[in-house]
């Protein structure tokens, strides 16, 4: 079975150990295909070393491992679009990564940062395609797309 259901995953999905497992199993079953960018794991760097402690080699590793397992995750090439989002100036990388490689959804627990209305949504859908979902809907959505 092969996915075509690309989701962003945003650092802060990514830091938990467990979901981020229950994540990439959903990749691994082909279930969804994960993306990130270089910034996206940037982040994903800076908070397992400076908020939770981890070693320059634990974080090392996972980073070698996602890059292993997940070689073609990584979105390139998005920077110009980034001043055209309309979202908190922090994530607006992780939209116009998401633009970039026409991802489903963007799997985040941020909603905030990202448009809250209903009318900015529908207007980011329709302008670039990707919508944010929280990780419970992003699971349920890859779930009923793999039947």
């Not at 467990?18 to 794991?41: G, K, V, Y």
């Amino acid at each position: 079975m092969t996915a075509d259901f690309p989701v962003v995953l945003d650092a802060c999905v990514l830091v938990p150990a467990s979901l981020r497992d229950t994540l990439l199993r959903c990749a691994e079953a082909r279930m969804c295909l994960p993306r990130w960018s270089n910034e996206i794991l940037d982040e994903l760097r800076r908070t397992l070393l400076e908020k939770l402690g981890r070693s320059p080699e634990q974080v090392d590793h996972l980073l070698a491992e996602l890059n292993r397992h997940f070689a073609d995750a990584r979105v390139e090439a998005f920077e110009t679009l980034v001043a055209m989002m309309m979202n908190d100036p922090g994530d607006r990388h992780v939209i116009a990564a998401a633009v970039k490689c026409r991802a489903e959804a963007i799997v985040t627990f941020n909603l905030r940062h990202f448009p809250d209305t209903a009318s900015s949504r529908r207007e980011l859908r329709e302008r670039f395609g990707p919508s944010a979902r929280n990780e419970d809907e992003t699971r349920t959505s890859a779930w009923y797309h793999r039947r």
